[in-house]
């Protein structure tokens, strides 16, 4: 299982509370604990945190998913709109 670390800001966005509270949570959930060399304390996820990260992950890309199928269609509506006739200039079709 991956080690997953993350910061109490991290972690509260995560949770949907606040870094105070999520400093508390680990605290609470006995979350190993270290101070980075950057000076920020970092948490060490459970497995049910773990799990909540990456369902996060999923859920984030599937909204990529549909942000650049959405590209596309636009981009495919406007190509269409661009496209020149078919018969060319003079043309008519009979």
């Known amino acids: 299982m991956p080690q ?4 109490y800001d991290e972690l509260a966005r995560l949770s949907q509370c606040t870094p105070a509270e999520a400093r508390m949570r ?3 959930l006995s979350l190993d604990r270290r101070k980075s060399r950057d000076g920020a304390t970092r948490v060490k ?23 650049i199928e959405a590209l596309q269609k636009t981009h495919r509506q406007m190509a269409e ?3 020149p006739n078919k018969f060319g200039p003079g043309h008519r079709a009979a």
């Open 81 to 83: 709109l661009l496209a």
């Open 26 to 28: 680990a605290i609470h």
């Open 45 to 67: 996820l459970d497995l049910a945190l773990t799990a909540k990260f990456f369902a996060s992950i999923r859920e984030a890309d599937f909204d990529l998913d549909c942000a």
């Open 4 to 7: 997953i670390w993350m910061t």
